[in-house]
T-cell receptor, first 115, second 112 residues
């Protein structure tokens, strides 16, 4: 079974430029998460999708960040314009939605460097 | 407000000995706890979990202990092996909330 796929793995951009990250979750997983991981910190949730609906985006900085999961499968996270402080690893995770709690499976992440 | 804290950024243990990683939490609503392991350039992978109705869960070399009164959990690895060298994250959740809150991580190094 293929794991969570993310691309690109690395991205270097100049500040004020736009950038987009793509995630393909594990087949059959209805729940998709985007996390931000700063250096030396644990992952922090940005947004959670149940199928195509964003059910928790309270931590997403909506002035510059946006996300979509149009068909309830893969997802794109966008930053426009990027700032120096956005340099971090962006992780995507997915889980099934049966039961009270579901283990989250993470992709390898996209490391963003903003110059 | 850091709801899940791992106060040791790093830990060094000799191969074959026991590794003990600690985690504290402040939110008494948390009722499910997990440990994730992360190698460089990879995403975190699930290691072991424990529900608040238990105080211990064991899986091979890995055991997680939960002390609800102290709001503290620990991960024991015995015996430690070189492949255990990684960053370990503690995470907590409220059952049904589908949201994990992570600690800062502890970098474990196993020395030969």
């Amino acid at each position: 079974e293929a794991g969570v796929v993310q691309s690109p793995r690395y991205k270097i951009i100049e500040k004020k430029q736009p950038v987009a990250f793509w995630c393909n979750p594990i087949s059959g997983h209805n729940t998709l998460y985007w996390y931000l991981q700063n250096l030396g910190q644990g992952p922090e949730l940005l947004i959670r999708y149940e199928n195509e609906e964003a059910v928790d985006d309270s931590q997403l900085p909506k002035d510059r960040f946006s996300a979509e999961r149009l068909k309830g499968v893969d997802s794109t996270l966008k930053i426009q314009p990027a700032e120096l402080g956005d340099s971090a690893v962006y992780l995507c995770a997915s889980s099934s939605t049966s039961g009270f709690y579901n283990e989250q499976f993470f992709g390898p992440g996209t490391r963003l460097t903003v110059l | 407000d850091q709801q899940v804290k791992q106060n040791s950024p790093s830990l060094s243990v000799q191969e074959g000995r026991i590794s003990i990683l600690n985690c504290d939490y402040t939110n008494s609503m948390f009722d499910y706890f997990l440990w994730y392991k992360k190698y460089p350039a990879e995403g975190p992978t699930f290691l072991i979990s424990i529900s608040s109705i238990k105080d211990k869960n064991e899986d091979g070399r890995f055991t997680v202990f939960l002390n609800k009164s102290a709001k503290h959990l620990s991960l024991h690895i015995v015996p430690s092996q070189p492949g255990d060298s990684a960053v370990y994250f503690c995470a907590a959740s409220v059952r049904g909330a589908q949201k994990l809150v992570f600690g800062q991580g502890t970098r474990l190094t196993i020395n030969p």
